[in-house]
């Protein structure tokens, strides 16, 4: 079982920037593949970016490319996304999971509680 917190969000203007945290804790947590989804209101959770246990590989939606970065500290069991040129579209919670893959959709076995960022215009 993997425990994961989530931590960072908050209200920031447009163009702004957060850095989201996610603690990891439980059996052998540094060796899955970590990620980051979202879930607007009215809309369907969608997949954000992903990152390998190693840190190595790096997978990002289109939506974010070029904006959002993803990270981890293993030695800290944390993963970060940090977000830069916010736009108001990013608004929703934020949702980090532990052993992401990608069969159809992307998934996860694990998940945090969520983190509201809210982006104003």
């Known amino acids: 079982q993997v425990q994961l917190v989530e931590s960072g969000g908050g209200l920031v203007q447009d163009g702004g920037s957060l850095r989201l945290s996610c603690a990891a804790s439980?059996?052998?947590?540094?060796?899955?593949?970590m990620g980051w989804f979202r879930q607007a209101p009215g809309k369907e959770r969608e997949f954000i970016s992903s990152?390998?246990?190693?840190?190595?590989?790096?997978v990002y939606a289109d939506s974010v490319k070029g904006r959002f970065s993803i990270s981890r500290d293993n030695a800290k069991n944390t993963v970060y996304l940090q977000m830069n040129s916010l736009k108001f579209e990013d608004t929703a919670v934020y949702y980090c999971?532990?052993?992401?893959?990608?069969?159809?959709?992307?998934?996860?076995?694990?998940w945090g509680q969520g983190t509201q960022v809210t982006v104003s215009s």
């Open positions: 439980g059996r052998a947590s540094s060796t899955y593949t």
């Open positions: 999971a532990a052993d992401v893959s990608r069969r159809r959709t992307w998934t996860a076995t694990y």
């Open positions: 990152i390998s246990w190693s840190g190595s590989s790096t």
